[in-house]
C-alpha cells in the first residue's frame, strides 16, 4: 500500500468502528505545583511560575463554567506534588465536580493501586497517564530528579489502575523526546500487553507532540505532520477498536485535517494551567496550546467536515 | 394473502429492518435514513441520550409514533449495570422494551453469555420486553427463551467489523429452535449480507453501522430495505438449496 492507500484504509477503519462521530472533552487544571523537573515542562519545579492548587469553591467555579460550555466528558489535571495535592484532596474535587459531569477522568501522578481505587470510589472512571518516552536512557534524562525519575512505577501505573477497576485508561508518549518509530513499537507492546491482561478496561490512545514555539527545551527528534498523520493512520490500523485522542496541542487547520484517519476524542478550548476559564488567575502554563478556536467553533468545524461533535457519551450508573 | 407481519411480544412491525442510531454524522442524517429504511423500530444507546435535556438530546429528532424506541445498554459491563439503564430508561418514560447488551470485552464488544442471562431473568420478571444481544449460542438463545426474551439476537459477527455471517451453523441451528423471532445483530456490512440473513430465515436484521458510516446513509438504508424484503420474500418463496451436484433444469426420464 502507498500512503494514500494507508491513510483510506486508516479513514474506513475509522468509520467503521466509531462512525461519524468524535466526542469532545476539555482539560480543568486544578494544581500547578510540582516537585518533578521535567525538561520539556512548564510545570518544572525549576519555573518561576505562578503556582496555585485551587480551593473546592475554585475548582466548582471552573467546572460551572465549562459544563455552561456543553462538556459533559471532564479531565481533571495536576503536576505531581502530594504535599500541595494529595490524593484526598483529589477524591473531594471529584465529589464536588462529578455532579456537573457524566464522565470526570483525571490526568495525575502515579498513584498505587489502592489510591485509584479510591478515586475510583470518589467518581472517576478514567486515568490518562503518559509514559512520556519509552527509550530508558532519554526517560533518565529528561526526568533528572523527583518521583518521576522511576520509569517502572509509572509503566506500571496503567496496569495497576486496571487492576483497581479504572474503566478507561489512555497511554501515550510525548512526540519529540525520541526517535517516534521506536516509541510507536514500544507503545504498541504496552497497549497489546494491557489488552491481554485487563481485556474489560477501554484503553485509549493519544499522541501529544511537543510544540517547538511551546518550548525553550530542545526537540531532539522532531515529528513532522508527514510523520505524525503515519503514526495515526498505522496506529489505527494496528489497533481498529481502540480511541485516539487528539488535543489542542495541534494546530485547528491540522486537527480539521487529519482528524477522519483514527481520530475519536478531541478537547476543545483547553487552557493549561489553573483557574484559567472562569477565575481569571494567570497561573504557569503546563504548555502553550495551538489551536485557539472555542468548544462551539470546533464542534462547528466538525459538522462541517460532516462528524457529530458528542458531548455525551457515558452514564453515571456505568461507574 | 395474509400479510407478513413481524410480530415481537404483543406489537406487530411490518418492518423486518432494525435501526441503530449511533456513529451518524447528525441527527438530521439520521432522520433521513430511518425514514429510507422504512424501519419502525430503532435502537438508542443510553450513554448517548442526555434524559435531563429533552431538547437536546438524539430521542427529539425519532418521532415516537412512527418508531418503536429500543433503548439499549451499550456500555454495561455486567448485569448490575444494564439493570440499572434499563431502569433509567423506563423512569423517564420510555416504553419497557430493551436491548440488552452486556459487552464486558470493549475491545470487541462481545456479549457476556452469564450476565446477559442474569440480566434478562431479572429484567423480565420486573415486566420488561427484553431483546438480547448475544453471540451466536444457540443453548444459550433456548435459555433466554425460557427466561421469556420477546426474541433473540445473535450476531453474524463482531459490531462495526462488516463481516457479515461469520456464524452461519449456529445461527441456523438458533433459527430451527426458535420459539421467538430471530433478529441477527451486528456484522452485516452490505444490504446482500442482510439479504442472506433473512434468506436463512431470521426475522429481522438490525443494522447500524453499515448505513451510519456510508456515504450516503439515506441511499443506504433504502437498499438495505430492499434487501431485508427481496431475502425475506425469497424465504418465504421457498428457495431451492444449493447443491453441489449439477441438475439438469429439464428433468429427463430415463
Not at chain 1, 11 to 23: C, I, Y
Not at chain 1, 60 to 65: C, D
Request: glycine content about 6%.
Amino acid at each position: 500500500m502507498n500512503f494514500n492507500q494507508i491513510m483510506e484504509a486508516a479513514r474506513q477503519e475509522t468509520l467503521k468502528h466509531f462512525g461519524r462521530t468524535v466526542q469532545l472533552y476539555t482539560p480543568l487544571y486544578i494544581s500547578n505545583h510540582c516537585i518533578n523537573s521535567c525538561a520539556y515542562c512548564g510545570f518544572n519545579r525549576r519555573s518561576e511560575i505562578k503556582r496555585i492548587t485551587l480551593g473546592l469553591d475554585q475548582v466548582l467555579k471552573e467546572a460551572e463554567f465549562l459544563r455552561r460550555q456543553g462538556f459533559q466528558h471532564i479531565l481533571l489535571l495536576t503536576g505531581e506534588d502530594r504535599g500541595a495535592a494529595p490524593v484526598e484532596y483529589l477524591e473531594k474535587v471529584v465529589r464536588a465536580v462529578k455532579e456537573l459531569f457524566v464522565s470526570v477522568s483525571v490526568e495525575v501522578y502515579p498513584l498505587s493501586e489502592v489510591e485509584y481505587k479510591k478515586i475510583i470510589d470518589a467518581g472517576v472512571d478514567g486515568l490518562t497517564i503518559y509514559q512520556e518516552t519509552y527509550h530508558r536512557p532519554t526517560y533518565k534524562r529528561v526526568h533528572p530528579t523527583g518521583p518521576k525519575k522511576d520509569y517502572d512505577w509509572r509503566w506500571g501505573a496503567a496496569e495497576r489502575a486496571a487492576r483497581a477497576g479504572m474503566r478507561k485508561i489512555g497511554i501515550g508518549f510525548l512526540l519529540g523526546l525520541y526517535n517516534w518509530k521506536y516509541e510507536a513499537a514500544a507503545l504498541a507492546e504496552q497497549l497489546q500487553f494491557l489488552l491481554k491482561n485487563y481485556w474489560q478496561t477501554q484503553f485509549q490512545v493519544s499522541f501529544p507532540r511537543l510544540n517547538p514555539a511551546e518550548t525553550i527545551f530542545k526537540i531532539k527528534y522532531p515529528v513532522s505532520d508527514q510523520d505524525f498523520i503515519q503514526l495515526l493512520c498505522r496506529f489505527r490500523l494496528r489497533f481498529p477498536q481502540i480511541g485516539f485522542t487528539l488535543s489542542t496541542r495541534e494546530r485547528a487547520g491540522f486537527r480539521d485535517k487529519i482528524f477522519p484517519f483514527g481520530i475519536t476524542q478531541m478537547s476543545a478550548g483547553s487552557k493549561t494551567y489553573p483557574g484559567a476559564y472562569a477565575l481569571g488567575i494567570r497561573s504557569g502554563k503546563q504548555f502553550e496550546i495551538a489551536d485557539r478556536r472555542s468548544p462551539r467553533e470546533v464542534a462547528r468545524a466538525l459538522v462541517r467536515a460532516g462528524y457529530e461533535p458528542v458531548w455525551k457519551d457515558w452514564e453515571k450508573v456505568l461507574v | 394473502m395474509k400479510k407478513d407481519l413481524l410480530k415481537i411480544a404483543n406489537r406487530r412491525f411490518s418492518s423486518r429492518l432494525l435501526l441503530g442510531t449511533g456513529k451518524f454524522s447528525s441527527p438530521r442524517v439520521m432522520r433521513k435514513a430511518l425514514e429510507a429504511s422504512g424501519s419502525e423500530m430503532v435502537t438508542v444507546a443510553l450513554r448517548r441520550v442526555d434524559l435531563k435535556n429533552p431538547k437536546d438530546h438524539i430521542l427529539s429528532y425519532i418521532d415516537s409514533k412512527k418508531y418503536l424506541i429500543l433503548p439499549n445498554t451499550s456500555g454495561a459491563r455486567d448485569a448490575d449495570e444494564a439493570i440499572r439503564l434499563a431502569r433509567i430508561a423506563r423512569a423517564f418514560g420510555l416504553p419497557g422494551w430493551i436491548k440488552l447488551e452486556v459487552t464486558p470485552d470493549l475491545r470487541y464488544l462481545l456479549p457476556d453469555p452469564v450476565e446477559t442471562l442474569k440480566a434478562a431473568e431479572i429484567l423480565v420478571k420486573e415486566g420488561f420486553t427484553v431483546l438480547p444481544y448475544i453471540n451466536a449460542d444457540p443453548v444459550l438463545a433456548k435459555r433466554l427463551e425460557d427466561a421469556g426474551c420477546a426474541t433473540v439476537m445473535p450476531l453474524g459477527s463482531p459490531i462495526g467489523s462488516a463481516q457479515g455471517i461469520r456464524t452461519r451453523a449456529n445461527i441456523e441451528i438458533i433459527i430451527e429452535q426458535a420459539r421467538v423471532p430471530v433478529v441477527v445483530d451486528a456484522g452485516l456490512g452490505s444490504p446482500s449480507q442482510a439479504a442472506e440473513a433473512m434468506e436463512m430465515g431470521a426475522a429481522a436484521v438490525l443494522v447500524n453501522t453499515a448505513i451510519a458510516a456510508a456515504e450516503n446513509p439515506a441511499a443506504m438504508a433504502k437498499a438495505f430495505k430492499l434487501a431485508v424484503e427481496a431475502g425475506r420474500q425469497a424465504y418465504l418463496a421457498g428457495m431451492v438449496s444449493s447443491s453441489h451436484i449439477a441438475k439438469a433444469s429439464s428433468p429427463r426420464f430415463l
